[in-house]
């Protein structure tokens, strides 16, 4: 593919992932605003999705390590495999935390628990990377799968640091205010 080529393709793709990301900013902050109708009684299933976010979470930790170790063993056929289930596995995630958030009121930690602190500052880094790797991550992706390796490494140095933080941090916050749930 010439050069001319590769640069459109390159900025088509790039404003895919610009619009993917701000489709799925905007539909978590609508969401969270509560300005769209919510069913009357919660689904039965509203309960079992802060849990199986935290599975989810968990899962893609430790599959970003098992990816992490078979690119350093140079098995780049198993880390591909690895991060293409981590990412779909991420997708879910994602479609589930907003369902989630759709269906239930916010839980506020108590005002009198001493570890207060704590939990905002895990909560606020947790947001914040989680808002900033989407498009990493998918820059990430592109780069591997057109064998990118140069740009690949590049973006990925900083997209697997950050996407392990906010899957094991997805699973502290868990822990931490699943005991506060009213639902």
């Known amino acids: 593919m010439n050069t001319t080529s590769q640069n459109s393709k390159d900025k088509f793709y790039f404003r895919l992932i610009l619009v993917i990301t701000i489709v799925v900013f905007a539909a978590v902050v609508?969401?969270?605003?509560?300005?769209?109708?919510?069913?009357?009684?919660?689904?039965?299933?509203?309960?079992?999705?802060?849990?199986?976010?935290?599975?989810?979470?968990?899962?893609?930790?430790?599959?970003?390590?098992i990816s992490f170790y078979f690119i350093k063993q140079k098995n780049i056929a198993a880390h591909k495999r690895i991060n293409i289930l981590t990412f779909?596995?991420?997708?879910?995630?994602?479609?589930?935390?907003?369902l989630f958030h759709y269906l239930v009121d916010e839980t506020i930690f108590p005002k009198d628990n001493p570890i207060r602190p704590l939990y905002f500052f895990i909560l606020i880094t947790h947001i914040l990377l989680a808002a900033a790797i989407l498009p990493m991550i998918l820059l990430s992706f592109y780069y591997g799968l057109q064998l990118n390796v140069e740009k690949h490494r590049k973006i990925a140095k900083w997209t697997f640091p950050i996407w392990l933080y906010v899957t094991v941090t997805?699973?502290?916050?868990?822990?931490?205010?699943?005991?506060?749930y009213s639902f």
């Open 30 to 65: 609508v969401l969270n605003r509560k300005v769209l109708p919510r069913p009357e009684t919660l689904p039965s299933f509203a309960h079992f999705l802060p849990q199986l976010n935290a599975f989810i979470n968990g899962t893609c930790s430790i599959l970003l390590l």
């Open 88 to 98: 779909i596995l991420s997708g879910i995630f994602l479609v589930s935390y907003v």
């Open 170 to 180: 997805g699973v502290i916050v868990y822990l931490m205010i699943s005991p506060y």
